[in-house]
Structure formats: C-alpha cells, structure tokens
C-alpha cells in the first residue's frame, strides 16, 4: 500500500521533498499545502492538488504523512504543535538549543491526537546526531568534533542580504584544515569558535554603496560573524548568479577515543558528507524517515519521536529479512 505524502510549503525543502518522492516506489504525492496563492504555485507535479495551507485540515483523510516545510525561526514552532494532533508529521526543526522545548509541545499535541510525529530530522540535527550517538556509545573515553562545510549558510547569507546597501550574497562556512586534521590524528584538542571554522561571503552591493561600511558591519555582527575570521568579497550579480548559483554543503562528525587499561590505543570515528544540494540531501532523509513514522503510527506508536528512537530498519522500504540477508 502506497504511503500518501502531503507537502506543506513549498520552498528549497518542499522542492526537495518533491523530488525525493519520485524516487521512492512505496510514496504517492498526495497533494501541496501552500500560504501562497495557490493558483500562481508551479510545481513539477502538475496532477497533483495544490491546497490553501488554511484548508489542510480538511483534507487530513487523504494524507498518511504530512511533512512541514517552514522555517524553525518562527513557522515550526507554531505549525508543528498545531498540526501534530491531526496528521502523522515530521518536521527539520534545527535550533539545537530549543529542540527540547519543541519535542514536549509536539508530544502533548500528537498523544491528544492519537498521531505519531517526528522532529528535527535531516543531516544536522539528524544523521549527525545519531554518528554522535553511536560514536560515543562505542568509545564512551573520548571526545566528539563537528565541522560544518565547505557549504552555504543560508541563515547567514539571509543575515548579510538585511544589512542596508546589500543586493544579494552567500556565506560559506569553512572548516579550518589544521583543526581537522589535528582531530583526524587522534588528538583531543579544545578549540575556540574562530580556530574550527571561517567564514567567505560573497557580496553583491548596491551601486554606490559603502563598501567599507558593509564589510564592517558583516565582521561585527554578533552571533554571525563577530567571532570568526571573515573574508568579504564584493562582485558583480552576474558573478553571483554564475558562480554561487547552487546551495552546497558537508561536513564530518569525528569522535576520538582511547581503550586499554593503561588508555594507550586511540582510535578515530569518522562520518562525513558531501552534498551538492543540501535542501535535496536533507529532503531524502526525511522522506525516508516519513516511512517510519507511518509504520510506527500503524503499530500504535502515537507520540513525537526523534531520529535517536527510530529502529534502523523501518527507513528501508524493504522487509527485515530482505536487509538482513542483503546489508548484515
């Protein structure tokens, strides 16, 4: 029985969560939830309904799966809660700090409603996480390293394109190599916000603009670039639009640990990714885990989840002797 997918934006995710249906044989599109005027969406599924976002309770007999496609500023904390109690959801939800507070309202809302949701799924917080988790089980004396990149920040390149004078920009965030590879050797270093990563922008002014203004007030803006060494380039659109055109990203979670009775055996675990689209790598994650949530809402399973308390087996659209026989 095909699983039915409901998309509810439709931005760089909704697009992703588009594409990503089309390669899973076991999920139909169901239909897109939209706060646009639904008349003037294009979509590459041009058979399937495009509702209001108003109407979507409406249609909650149609949908098995409901995936959110806001933003975790100010959409998903609202959307989730309010829509958990009347379908299956999953949301990328990524502010790591209120992922606590966001697990405890979207649990109220689905146990009231008898549904199942998922929260904070993707890359990171996602697989990241779960390498987190099982590099630590494995080699519980060491210590867990993050690096983001080289890949698009888009909350920060959104940061820069609000600072008067600025037309258009993309932030890379950058890992440092000599922090890297100090990690990868087996060393457990502490390192401060500016020795892990840079930051490159590429910028495109105003004409007339002041540019040493903007450069400044990029450097300086706290929480974004204030503790980074920051490199600002200013081009031309043309430039931008030829050569930052896509949304890249990556990175590696590296745990290194020791063992022995004397601690004198290190070893290093490593996850890394590379991703030309990061909305499309994130979107085939979640698609993935929307899979298991619909399995665990048939088997009775009602409540928010997180990545951690997903059986491996259930993202795979094949049966438990199938992966067994075929990846064990």
């Known amino acids: 029985m095909s699983i039915r997918v409901g998309i509810y934006g439709y931005g760089n995710l909704g697009r992703g969560i588009e594409s990503a249906i089309r390669q899973n044989g076991d999920m139909e599109l169901a239909a897109f939830f939209t706060r646009r005027d639904p008349s003037l969406l294009v979509t590459k599924s041009a058979d399937v309904p495009v509702y209001p976002a108003s109407e979507v309770e409406a249609h909650a007999d149609e949908i098995d799966v409901l995936i959110l496609c806001g933003g975790s500023a100010t959409d998903l904390p609202v959307q989730t809660p309010a829509l958990a109690s009347k379908f299956c959801v999953v949301d990328s939800f990524d502010t790591h700090a209120r992922i606590p507070e966001h697990l405890l309202a979207v649990d109220a809302a689905a146990k009231n409603g008898g549904k199942t949701a998922l929260i904070s799924c993707g890359w990171d917080p996602g697989m990241f996480s779960l390498n987190r988790l099982y590099a630590g089980a494995v080699l519980p004396d060491g210590k867990d390293y993050t690096f983001w990149g080289r890949g698009v920040s888009q909350g920060h390149s959104d940061a820069i394109r609000r600072i008067e004078g600025v037309l258009d920009a993309k932030q890379y965030t950058i890992p440092v190599e000599s922090a890297l590879e100090s990690v990868r050797e087996g060393n457990t270093p502490e390192f401060t916000t500016r020795e892990k990563h840079t930051r490159e922008c590429f910028v495109v002014a105003e004409e007339g603009a002041d540019l040493a203004r903007i450069e400044s007030e990029i450097k300086e803006m706290p929480n974004y670039f204030a503790d980074y060494d920051t ?53 085939s994650v979640i698609v993935a885990y929307a899979r298991a949530v619909v399995k ?18 259930y993202l795979s659209p094949k049966s438990r002797e199938e992966i067994i026989a075929e990846l064990l």
């Open 231 to 283: 490199t600002v380039h200013f081009i031309s659109l043309p430039e931008l639009r030829r050569d930052h055109a896509g949304i890249p990203h990556g990175g590696f979670v590296i745990r290194s640990g020791k063992t022995g009775f004397e601690r004198e055996h290190n070893h290093v675990i490593e996850y890394s990714l590379k991703l030309d689209s990061n909305p499309e790598f994130t979107a």
């Open 296 to 313: 665990l809402y048939r088997e009775g399973s009602f409540g928010c989840k997180t990545v951690f308390d997903i059986p491996p087996a």
